[in-house]
């Protein structure tokens, strides 16, 4: 293997699966590795009935969105296969076509040789393959036994036959080393029981591909370790194992092989032994300049430039630098946010952003930065520490209050906070400030003053089709994108959230946000901006913050921020820990 | 507009009722073959027996006054995304309101008082029945269907029991006549209704529906109201309180049922009796659903529906009554299979919005 040592779990995995790595190539897989991608090394392989699983040319689209582009995956039989990409990488879209949730659009998969190109889900259980999803999918009042059983129940007659059921259960447990007590009710189990649990019944219906889905995102450390035990017992039962995940000591930790995905394509393949966390973070993050509007990021290594080539913006942003050394907008101290199971989704995170200036705040998705922005904006409430805007403190406030004192939100999913689809363009570009357009507050909306606000907007934001009266539904992504930019930042405010702003948009609106985020800037407002892209931090923000579960993990300037710094911290890698490759 | 979008909104406003209609028509005169009957002479006999003479449309917009307000009740609720299902005890309590306002007071008070004072006492009566439901959905998230549906049975055996124990006349199950606070009939202002229920009890409830048709579409809080209903989570980014809303909208919608109580009480018996709101609840429902939640489609719906009940009654003597209830129960059926809002509410309770 390579020089670098061997970890732990290498040690122990080499022990555990003697008999299944012997069959394989491993000099082929060597210079796959090396050789880049692994599909080069494939056309020389005979053996290609070693593969457990193969698909190919896989092309996938919802509606306007293209889930997969020609993604393509090989897994061996008997590995641990990391499957790791940013959200919104095609990585769940694949498996679920695995599974037979639906079929892809183009494109074959084949099962141990078989070709199973859309097949159902009941024929992808029966060939033995199972999805753990991310949700379970248990009844907590029944027990785990009950749970494992469900839909497969041994029978006496028309009766359930518990004693048979519990010893099957069992059995199965002890096979793959699982420690659970099977008379335990669900709802009594911890998150990473349940888990099990869930694996358990994949394996109970006779699963030998088994599809886990970001499995580590609701465990605690210690769980983690048994989920890999339980995963490593597997493999080395003959067992294909693949893991979605988007975090890199996992996968360097327990997997065999990697596949990267990248906005719907495999752009990478390698052996987790030759890999480093920096190779796999370009591979997921290192993304080709699509927007127009976008300066040019880094490549990877590159020195850091002074800032992005923008025109005139030199003075300005000294300017804007001078300003925010006086003081602060929005003051976020020691704030913590819990989810809805109680969990700490925001830890204890402090911030500032200064009047002129755009904070972004880069971050895998689901790191905490829906909960920070909710939690500034007032819409969920704050365990610990204090939100300050301007003056005032705000944490207790009500939604309203905080907007009346300067606070805009352009929220991360208009179709659901952002905008009432149903109401007209009209009654849309009002919401928040409905108050404020009827005659006395609770009585009759002024419609002169609303239609004469709407018109304004749609012809300033240029929201098109211009009818005020359309129901929202009835507009394209950018231009409804647009009705909740036109509201949140047509009129008067200090501070801005914006979530990711232009997320499913098209180019051209894209580029007319920007620029709007730039003139407010420009203006002296405060921008909070959270984005899952990596090229729209870096186009648009001063300082750059990176979340990672739950807390900042690094921040830096325009200047100090690179794709490859960025994109390391994003995926957990600690600041100066990981060697450059 | 664009004649694209008109045409879409026209659809989804009048498509449903009128695919019910057609539904109903071919389920009735199934029913009506299976009973051996012609379809067309018996059509004809519930025509003339509502449409077709004074008395007849005089208890078809006696029916139609009540039906309009459960209607309606069940309306607002839906536009808030709650299922009020408490019409008929909020209807009840409203009549029982009424009247005891009307016993209480002296037989002399001016009618216009009297009236105003009794319709008060309905309408906040009715309106504490449903703000009950709408507190403990706000607060504690208790589910409205639950709640509203229960205390349909308290508040029914609420009054039953005051009514069987000491408020009513000997040997019946109404109490005295009220002497205050009557409605007049419609046959005051036009004679040809003499003898049928109608009173001018519809003219006070087309008001209402009026009045809730401005606050709907016309007003802030409708506007508050109407976003909770269609995306909780929007609303509570604009600002809008939500769990206020629900208690706000529950109230409002338990007023309305609780006015229909008068066109009974104020307007035809002059006496509270127990049972009268039976069955009226419930129909609230379908002719909401049939109404698309719009008050003036509430208003033709409760016509629909009264006629439907009153020509049961025409057509007894060929066709057993029932008939008429599995035709209405058709009816409900194929709208609310069809109708946007049900799915829409049947959903709702799978939403993570908090009430604050």
């Not at chain 1, 029966?126 to 009042?141: K, N, S």
């Not at chain 1, 203006?523 to 300082?543: C, F, T, W």
């Not at chain 2, 629900?246 to 035809?268: D, H, K, M, P, Q």
């Not at chain 2, 609840?281 to 409760?302: C, T």
Request: proline residues 4%; hydrophobic residues 50%; charged residues 20%.
């Amino acid at each position: 293997m390579s020089g670098t040592g061997k970890r732990p779990s290498d040690l122990r995995s080499d022990g555990l699966r003697e008999a299944g790595a012997g069959q394989r190539p491993d000099p082929l897989r060597e210079a796959a590795a090396t050789g880049g991608l692994r599909e080069a090394a494939r056309t020389g392989e005979a053996d290609s009935s070693q593969l457990a699983l193969r698909m190919s040319g896989i092309w996938k689209s919802y509606a306007a969105v293209r889930a997969n582009r020609g993604a393509s995956l090989e897994v061996g039989v008997g590995e641990i296969h990391a499957l790791v990409g940013e959200n919104g990488a095609g990585k769940s879209t694949l498996m679920r076509m695995l599974a037979g949730l639906f079929p892809p659009d183009a494109g074959r998969i084949a099962v141990n040789g078989r070709d199973v190109t859309g097949w159902s889900a009941a024929s992808a259980i029966r060939a033995g393959v199972g999805m753990v999803h991310q949700h379970f999918m248990l009844i907590p009042t029944l027990t785990i036994a009950e749970n494992v059983v469900l839909g497969r129940e041994p029978m006496r007659g028309l009766a359930l036959d518990m004693a048979k059921a519990l010893i099957e259960v069992r059995s199965v447990a002890e096979q793959f080393g699982f420690t659970l007590n099977v008379r335990e009710r669900v709802r009594d189990l911890s998150v990473g029981e349940a888990q099990r649990v869930e694996i358990l019944k994949a394996l109970f219906r006779g699963a030998r591909m088994l599809i886990l889905d970001e499995p580590t995102a609701v465990l605690s450390p210690p769980e983690v370790q048994e989920l890999w035990r339980v995963l490593r017992s597997l493999r080395a039962d003959g067992g294909t194992i693949i893991l979605i995940t988007h975090k890199l000591d996992e996968v360097m930790d327990v997997s065999d092989h990697i596949t990267v995905l990248r906005h719907g394509e495999t752009v990478a393949t390698m052996l987790t032994t030759n890999a480093t966390p920096a190779g796999i973070a370009r591979a997921m993050v290192a993304r080709d300049v699509v927007l127009v509007s976008v300066p040019a990021t880094l490549p990877a290594g590159a020195a850091p430039p002074a800032r992005p080539p923008l025109p005139a913006a030199e003075g300005a942003s000294r300017r804007r630098a001078e300003r925010a050394a006086s003081l602060t907008l929005l003051q976020v101290q020691s704030l913590t946010v819990k989810g809805s199971r109680r969990e700490p989704r925001v830890r204890d995170l402090s911030l500032t952003v200064s009047p002129g200036e755009i904070l972004g705040i880069a971050g895998v998705e689901g790191n905490g930065q829906t909960e920070l922005v909710e939690a500034i904006a007032g819409l969920r409430p704050v365990a610990s520490g204090s939100i300050t805007l301007g003056d005032h403190d705000i944490t207790a406030l009500h939604v309203h209050r905080r907007a009346a004192l300067g606070l805009a939100h352009i929220p991360e999913d208009r179709h659901r906070r952002g905008l009432i689809l149903d109401y007209s363009v009209a009654d849309n570009l009002i919401l928040g400030r409905q108050a404020s357009f009827a005659h006395h507050p609770g009585g009759t909306f002024d419609r002169r003053r609303v239609l004469e606000n709407a018109r304004e907007r749609i012809a300033r934001f240029d929201i098109r089709p211009v009818d005020p009266a359309l129901p929202a539904r009835a507009l394209s992504g950018g231009n409804q994108q647009k009705i909740v930019v036109a509201r949140e930042m047509g009129g008067d405010f200090s501070v801005l959230l914006a979530a990711q702003p232009t997320r499913g948009v098209d180019v051209g609106a894209i580029e007319f946000i920007h620029a709007q985020l730039r003139a407010a800037r420009d203006a002296g407002k405060a921008i909070l901006l959270v984005s899952a892209e990596l090229a729209e931090i870096l186009a648009l923000a001063d300082r750059v913050a990176v979340m990672y579960g739950g807390r900042i993990v690094g921040l830096m300037s325009r200047a100090e921020a690179s794709v490859d710094r960025i994109g390391k911290l994003m995926t957990g890698a600690l600041e100066g820990a990981a060697v450059p490759a | 507009m664009t004649a694209v979008t008109l045409r879409a909104r026209a659809e989804e406003a009048f498509l449903p009722p009128i695919v019910a209609l057609l539904i109903a028509l071919v389920a009735g005169d199934l029913l009506i073959l299976s009973v051996g009957q012609s379809p067309a002479s018996v059509l004809a006999m519930m025509l003339q027996g509502t449409w077709g003479n004074a008395y007849g449309l005089g208890q078809v917009l006696y029916k139609t006054t009540t039906l309009i307000c459960t209607g309606l009740c069940v309306s607002v609720g839906l536009r808030a995304g709650l299922f009020n299902i408490g019409g008929e005890g909020q209807l009840a309590a409203g009549g029982f309101a009424a009247a005891l306002t009307g016993l209480a007071l002296p037989a002399a008070t001016p009618s216009v008082i009297a009236v105003a004072l009794c319709v008060l006492a309905a309408v906040a009566s009715g309106g504490f029945a449903g703000w009950v439901p709408g507190v403990l959905r706000a607060r504690f998230g208790a589910h409205e269907v639950i709640t509203t549906i229960m205390l349909n049975f308290i508040i029914l055996a609420a009054l039953n029991w005051a009514i069987s124990t000491g408020l009513r006349v000997p040997e019946t199950l109404h109490t005295h006549d009220v002497h205050a606070g009557a409605v007049a009939p419609l046959a005051s202002v036009i004679p040809a209704f003499h003898g049928s229920a109608a009173n001018l009890s519809l003219v006070i409830v087309l008001a209402a529906a009026a009045l809730t048709g401005w606050y709907l579409f016309r007003t802030r809080g409708g506007y508050d109201l109407r976003a909770v209903g269609l995306q909780p989570e929007a609303a509570e980014y604009g600002g809008v309180r939500v769990g206020r809303v629900w208690t706000r909208a529950l109230t409002l919608s338990g007023a309305l049922a609780g006015l229909g109580g008068i066109n009974f009480v104020l307007g035809y018996k002059h006496y509270y009796e127990d049972g009268f709101a039976t069955g009226y609840g419930f129909l609230g429902i379908a002719v909401a659903l049939v109404g698309r939640n719009n008050p003036w489609g509430v208003v033709l719906a409760s016509l629909f529906f009264a006629t439907l009940s009153q020509g049961g009654l025409a057509i007894n003597a060929v066709v057993p009554r029932q008939m008429v209830d599995v035709l209405q129960g058709v009816v409900i059926i194929a709208v609310a299979a069809s109708v946007p809002e049900v799915r829409r509410v049947m959903r709702f309770g799978r939403r993570g919005v908090r009430a604050r």
